[in-house]
């Protein structure tokens, strides 16, 4: 089973406007991580937070980790219409894996 | 610095048949990680392979197996194939120390059981 539950599920804005997705999870974890996707391509490697990190930023990215409610968000500031894709959350349980346990994902779509 | 390559990129085949999937890692990781990709399950871990050995293993029947050879590229194998193996096939490399987390994904093959 899933490990993230992801919502929404489905978002529609316009240009410029910003865009927030939220990512639960059950189980202790390592990291968290957030990856995009367009049209059913390979995945994209956006940002990485660890269990210890609250907080981290990358260009127009934001992303927030609540460990206590087993939670993150993924803000996309200023979003522009080469943002629509899908976004997943993804959590490493422990240290030095591969494996990726993936939330059902956020199909963004950001209209010109 | 070449990213991950996957071949073939599509493939049909028919039940009962068995299909081998191709992945090519970034020069110098060593781990390969495969992920199946379905509209009804979602993204979901096969397996993952560091130095010919298999570190982890999903959830799925033992009709899916892998391998990894010495120079860390890897296939993956699926046989008697069923129409719910159709999916988008990914894999994806990374280092094993240092900044070991970020994974960097192929483009996938697109499988499609007829």
């Known amino acids: 089973s899933q490990q993230g539950e992801e919502d929404p599920q489905a978002l529609s804005i316009q240009e410029g406007e910003n865009a927030t997705m939220n990512c639960s999870y059950k189980?202790?974890?390592?990291?968290l991580q957030w990856y995009r996707q367009n049209s059913g391509r390979g995945l994209v490697h956006l940002i990485l937070?660890?269990?210890?990190?609250r907080e981290k930023h990358s260009g127009r990215l934001r992303v927030t980790l609540d460990t206590s409610k087993k939670s993150s968000s993924l803000l996309i500031t200023a979003s522009r219409a080469a943002d629509t894709a899908s976004y997943f959350c993804?959590?490493?349980?422990?240290?030095?894996?591969?494996?990726?346990?993936f939330g059902q994902g956020t199909t963004l779509q950001v209209k010109p | 610095k070449a990213g991950v390559t996957q071949t073939p990129r599509y493939l049909i085949k028919t039940r009962g048949q068995q299909v081998t999937l191709s992945c090519s890692p970034i020069?110098?990781?060593?781990?390969v990680s495969w992920y199946q990709q379905t509209p009804g399950q979602g993204l979901q871990f096969l397996f993952e392979?560091?130095?010919?050995?298999?570190?982890n293993k999903g959830n799925f029947p033992g009709r899916f197996s892998g391998r990894q050879f010495s120079n860390s590229r890897s296939e993956m194998n699926v046989s008697t194939l069923e129409l719910g193996d159709s999916a988008l096939y990914l894999c994806?490399?990374?280092?094993?120390?240092?900044?070991?987390?970020?994974?960097?994904f192929g483009p996938g093959t697109r499988l499609t059981v007829l």
């Open positions: 994806a490399s990374r280092k094993t120390s240092g900044d070991y987390n970020e994974q960097f």
């Open positions: 189980t202790s974890i390592n990291n």
């Open positions: 937070i660890r269990s210890n990190e």
């Open positions: 993804a959590t490493v349980l422990s240290g030095n894996t591969g494996k990726l346990i």
């Open positions: 020069s110098g990781h060593r781990s």
């Open positions: 392979y560091f130095s010919e050995t298999q570190r």
